[in-house]
């Protein structure tokens, strides 16, 4: 079993739409959780990053972290067509900083 | 790609040949990473750096070896070239405002055939 788990999508959704996207984890050590975006044959970019529990919001993206229930989420609101992309949570201890643990990731595609 | 190169961008090789990917930064980062990407998996570590001459091994080393001799380059090398290890590598740094907020380079992209 992955020790962080992300549904590969594809997901397909209109423009102007929330989108959710979601990540499971079972290291119960993880406390820095991060969502990265990549654009077709591009590097992964840092989206938002957050510390242990609670809600973040950047703009129209917001990060959410559940550690009781293992669960990390970020909503798109106003979705864009520039926001298809392949959307990667990761993770990492405080103990293991550096080592960050990434999810599949799941390709989103917004319509026009 | 906040001051990283990697080079080459793209290669083919045969097995069992050595294979050396380059990433050189341009911001003084402290820490560089090696990571390869392949469908399903996601990104995955394979040996990172926090110092010059200072490296750790991630999560899916064996086969690979890495060097740092200056704080901007950080070299990793297939010893003998499998085709398991056809893959797009992605070098990755950060600095002190924390090791877990990472700045990627463009990629390599590898062929063994």
């Known amino acids: 079993q992955k020790e962080v788990e992300q549904d590969p999508g594809p997901l397909s959704v209109p423009e102007g739409a929330i989108v959710s996207l979601n990540c499971t984890y079972s290291?119960?050590?993880?406390?820095?959780f991060m969502w990265y975006r990549q654009y077709s044959r591009k590097g992964p970019e840092l989206l938002m990053y957050t510390y242990s529990s609670g809600n973040k919001e950047d703009g129209r993206f917001t990060a959410q972290v559940d550690k009781s229930s293992k669960y990390i989420s970020l909503f798109i609101r106003d979705s864009q067509p520039s926001d298809s992309a392949t959307y990667l949570c990761a993770m990492s201890s405080i103990q293991g900083a550096q080592k960050l643990v990434f999810g599949q990731g799941t390709r989103l595609t917004i319509n026009p | 790609d906040a001051g990283i190169t990697q080079s080459p961008r793209h290669k083919v090789t045969e097995t069992g040949t050595p294979v050396t990917l380059r990433c050189h930064q341009t911001?003084?980062?402290?820490?560089m990473y090696w990571y390869r990407q392949d469908p399903g998996h996601g990104l995955r570590l394979i040996h990172y750096s926090y110092g010059v001459k200072d490296t750790d091994k991630g999560e899916v080393s064996d086969g690979y070896s890495v060097s740092r001799s200056k704080t901007e380059d950080f070299l990793l090398t297939l010893e003998s070239a499998t085709s398991s290890q056809t893959s797009v590598y992605f070098c990755?740094?950060?600095?002190?405002?924390?090791?877990?907020?990472?700045?990627f380079g463009p990629g390599t992209r590898l062929t063994v055939t």
């Open positions: 990755a740094i950060s600095g002190d405002r924390g090791p877990y907020e990472q700045y």
């Open positions: 911001e003084n980062h402290r820490y």
């Open positions: 290291n119960s050590a993880f406390q820095y």
